[in-house]
């Protein structure tokens, strides 16, 4: 496993980071220690959670992920882990933050609770990475990222990113933050994989140019790229209780990685993978921990069995004629994920 910096900060983290997304919905507190620990000991030093987390966010498990992460931290040397989390930001879309009235914002005030808040469940004086969960791109960058400088200053945060941000807002708080002198994002946590590529393009160039490294989620776009739902709606998977039990926003959500296209680039990238020899989780972990822009891709997973296969790309590293057969895929089912979903955060 090789060790990335992120953007121009001074933290160097493992280029595979372990999400916590499902920590208190989808596995209880002991299988999500057991997952944390077998990470760990696999070599991987970066965990990323969110004040919002568990998924699909609800207010009474709000929070509940960083809880988990925390008691778990309790068991390690503080600085042998490099610990990320984020502040809600805005709702997008799919959800309305179960949090603060349902209002929630980056300004100031809000930045402040949040991080003292997260602090807390965490069970830690600092936090390495801190991110602004969605962007408001009504508020001015300045007051968000001043305020993110005054918690590096009292010593709460090392670094700070953002997610889910456009191409647009993050060139944006990079000339605000050279404008005002305030910090800038090191990182930009967007969803990545092989039937979500669009950040190759605008968003890799930013990246390259600007020294900010990508924080890759979702490279088995949310479980579809694990043929789980080939065949069938497996039980228990997210994009199934959202078909079946979620409201409108939750049904479109699923619809965008679950469809026609997706099913059938899955199926050809499997081929691929089986020709090489590997699993197909492993070969899309290794194809996004090849990109250059990319710091550190976020993994996932509800049992330790799942958290294995994507440790096998560990140390894979995908050959030139591999590579060119995954872009052919590309090529004949472009970004497999719905033109409409493209267009939204």
Not at 137 to 148: F, K, M
Not at 191 to 210: D, G, H, K, T, Y
Request: glycine share 8%; proline share 4%; charged share 25%.
């Amino acid at each position: 496993m090789e060790r990335r910096r992120l953007g121009e900060s001074g933290i160097s983290v493992t280029d595979i980071c372990m999400g916590t997304m499902t920590f208190g919905s989808q596995c209880d507190e002991k299988t999500s220690h057991d997952i944390m620990d077998r990470a760990f000991a696999a070599g991987i030093d970066f965990f990323d959670a969110a004040e919002m987390y568990p998924v699909p966010p609800q207010e009474d498990t709000f929070g509940r992920t960083e809880e988990i992460v925390g008691n778990w931290l309790k068991t390690k040397s503080r600085e042998q882990v490099i610990v990320a989390t984020k502040i809600t930001g805005p709702g997008h879309g799919w959800f309305s933050p179960p949090v603060r009235g349902g209002r929630t914002a980056l300004d100031p005030l809000q930045i402040q609770r949040a991080v003292d808040a997260s602090l807390m469940r965490l069970k830690t004086d600092y936090i390495d990475l801190y991110q602004t969960h969605w962007p408001d791109h009504h508020s001015r960058y300045q007051d968000t990222l001043g305020a993110l400088g005054r918690l590096k200053e009292a010593g709460k945060i090392r670094a700070i990113g953002c997610s889910n941000e456009t191409c647009w807002g993050l060139m944006k708080s990079l000339w605000a933050a050279e404008k005002y002198g305030v910090p800038r994002f090191d990182t930009v946590q967007n969803n990545f994989s092989l039937i979500n590529r669009r950040c190759e393009s605008e968003l890799a160039q930013v990246c390259r140019r600007e020294r900010v490294s990508l924080l890759p989620y979702s490279p088995l776009g949310g479980g579809v790229l694990t043929g789980k739902y080939n065949d069938q709606l497996p039980v228990g998977a997210r994009f199934t209780d959202y078909i079946k039990n979620g409201g409108p926003r939750q049904k479109a959500m699923a619809d965008r990685f679950v469809n026609d296209r997706s099913l059938e680039a899955t199926r050809r990238l499997a081929r691929i993978a089986e020709d090489i020899d590997v699993s197909l989780t492993a070969m899309c972990v290794a194809w996004s921990r090849q990109h250059d822009f990319v710091g550190s891709t976020i993994i996932g997973a509800t049992t330790v069995k799942q958290l294995a296969e994507s440790l096998e790309a560990i140390d894979l590293i995908l050959d030139e004629d591999t590579l060119q057969r995954i872009d052919e895929v590309e090529v004949d089912i472009p970004c497999a994920l719905r033109e409409d979903g493209l267009r939204r955060l």
